[in-house]
């Protein structure tokens, strides 16, 4: 926070400082330091401290502290007392805190000794007291770790005075120096806290960002997921260059000059890739205008053969990369020191796509995020979590629980159910359902498959949720397809592909392809219309990334970027009715 205004000096002062002026600007002086040099004592003991020497610091600057008066001896005291929490010993930091006069500390010592203050505030369960130790303090003086730290510590305490906003600002200013998991930890609780912003304070704060906000990004992400149109592109810096593709189509077509698609032709998951090859072709060769010329390199499924192919791929001059598959095997190619073609990868990897390149992907993760905003949007916040035992069960209710907690929901009972047995049962879970009822659950969300749904919507009923919404990830397909069992699963809301469920534009009728392609049916469906997506983002890649507006009718859903390199997907939501899936108008966005 700045300053108090000072108060206007006299004009006597004012008629010698004029020439002053004059002088450093015909000087060509960019700036002109307030703040006394160190002394060398004082710079080596600090220096002892960024070497993460803390407590050897402390001692130091405490001695030299001793010796020294006036402005001196407070910025060595501040320094001293900032050094000894580094090492551990908050007692003996406070000790010496107790003796700084901080108006006559300034700079770097000043601002250190406002991040001690902040976070001995935060320590004690105090974070409203961390805003006022930081004012007056300026956090540029710092090293890029202290200054992250001081954003946080202000962040907290905005976030205790009721400033939701502000506190998403200030942790988003710390995200730059912050790495790992202190990172990863950062990012969540930015969203939590945009989350709890309604959409139209949410759209108003993002619209009211200047360029280049660190905050940005983050509040487009979160209007993104909401399903909420951008006010403007988001920040991008040089990450993108189109220049060496030919002129953009007036839709914004726009391909790549050579492409590469890297899939596990070979190995474990070459089923998988089958789908995904032929989805792409069919989007690729349903485009009349000019295409690229397009090669297929095998990863064998594993991460040491996707690092070869992305390698053969740039060596033999591909100027974009679709692929890998394979969790791992984006892993290891975004962690390349020079993955420098850009690239549109078919998962998410363990690492966040680097500049120039993106993560797309059918995670569990996604269906159940779009499940929590689904119930959020029609103000279901009371939620009972059926949840299967396999691992997209699994991930689904995790994402779900977290995202739900995020914007204010909250999960009033967790019921497990395993298999099917050979009689179709799963168990008797009804008075775990009746309990939740009795809590006030309000609807309920299953991350399980066809068969373990039939078989619970017989106690759903008898515990009174037939009546009340039950949104399911799109496993509950799984499993499905004869009217005649499924019609118990009837009022089911679920996410599904937008291309089975109402078409799109530049693909035949599924019901078409699916009969002359063994690849496109069943379960298969979903790979092969995420295959087709693949090709329409790579040929559209520009419209996405620098339109406001620029999104996709794809044949997974609507598909957008999300500022942090990940393609955000738009779910087709459908509902049993009569034991057949049937799209839910309005609800492609």
């Known amino acids: 926070m700045p300053n108090p205004a000072s108060p206007a000096p006299p004009l006597h002062r004012l008629r010698w400082l004029a020439p002053a002026l004059a002088v450093l600007l015909a000087a060509g002086c960019a700036s002109v330091s307030t703040t006394p040099a160190t002394a060398p004592e004082h710079a080596a003991a600090l220096a002892q401290l960024e070497q993460g020497q803390a407590r050897d610091a402390a001692q130091r600057l405490e001695a030299l502290a001793a010796a020294a008066r006036g402005n001196a001896r407070n910025a060595l005291l501040a320094d001293a007392a900032f050094a000894w929490h580094e090492a551990g010993d908050d007692a003996k930091a406070r000790s010496l805190a107790a003796q700084v006069d901080v108006r006559r500390t300034g700079g770097a010592s000043r601002a250190r000794f406002a991040l001690l203050q902040a976070e001995l505030a935060v320590a004690a369960r105090q974070p409203a007291a961390a805003t006022a130790a930081l004012a007056g303090s300026d956090p540029a003086t710092l090293p890029a770790a202290l200054q992250a730290r001081w954003h946080l510590a202000q962040g907290q305490g905005l976030e205790a005075g009721g400033d939701i906003a502000a506190a998403a600002g200030a942790r988003a200013r710390a995200d730059a120096g912050l790495q790992g998991e202190a990172r990863d930890g950062n990012r969540r609780e930015i969203e939590r806290l945009l989350s709890s912003l309604d959409d139209a304070t949410l759209a108003a704060r993002a619209a009211a960002l200047p360029a280049g906000d660190p905050l940005y990004n983050f509040a487009g992400r979160a209007l993104v997921r909401r399903g909420l149109p951008l006010p403007r592109p988001f920040d991008t810096g040089e990450s993108w260059d189109f220049s060496q593709r030919a002129p953009a189509a007036a839709d914004g077509y726009r391909p790549p000059r050579k492409l590469a698609v890297l899939l596990p032709l070979s190995g474990p998951m070459a089923t998988a890739s089958g789908p995904v090859r032929d989805g792409l072709l069919a989007g690729y060769h349903a485009e009349g205008r000019a295409r690229p010329p397009v090669t297929f390199y095998d990863t064998t499924g594993t991460p040491a053969g996707a690092v070869a192919a992305y390698a053969r791929a740039v060596a033999e001059g591909n100027d974009y990369v679709v692929g890998p598959l394979g969790r791992d095997e984006v892993g290891a190619v975004f962690a390349q020191a020079d993955a420098r073609v850009p690239s549109l990868a078919l998962n998410r990897g363990n690492v966040a796509p680097p500049p120039g390149h993106l993560a797309f992907s059918l995670a569990p993760e996604d269906d159940g995020i779009a499940a929590a905003d689904y119930l959020l949007a029609r103000e279901h916040r009371k939620v009972v979590v059926i949840g299967g035992s396999d691992d997209n069960g699994r991930r689904a209710v995790d994402a779900f629980r977290a995202r739900l907690g995020e914007r204010g929901g909250s999960v009033v009972g967790v019921v497990s159910v395993g298999e099917p047995d050979a009689s179709g049962n799963v168990g008797d879970v009804s008075a775990q359902l009746v309990q939740a009822a009795v809590a006030g659950a309000d609807s309920v969300f299953l991350a399980v498959r066809g068969a373990q749904a039939r078989a619970l919507a017989p106690q759903l009923a008898t515990a009174g949720f037939s009546s009340r919404t039950r949104v399911a990830a799109s496993q509950l397909l799984s499993g499905t397809g004869k009217a005649s069992e499924d019609v118990v699963l009837d009022g089911i809301v679920f996410p599904g592909e937008a291309w089975p469920a109402r078409g799109v534009a530049g693909l035949p009728p599924y019901s078409q392809v699916s009969e002359m392609l063994p ?71």
Request: net charge positive; aromatic share 12%; proline share 4%.
């Open 519 to 589: 690849t496109a049916r069943g379960a298969a469906a979903r790979l092969f219309a995420f295959g087709y997506d693949a090709w329409l983002i790579s040929a559209y890649l520009e419209r996405l990334v620098t339109r406001s507006d620029g999104e996709l009718a794809g044949a997974t859903g609507t598909l957008r970027l999300d500022g942090f390199g990940n393609v955000a997907r738009q779910p087709q939501w459908s509902i049993f009715s009569g034991g057949v899936p049937v799209p839910l108008a309005g609800s492609g966005r």
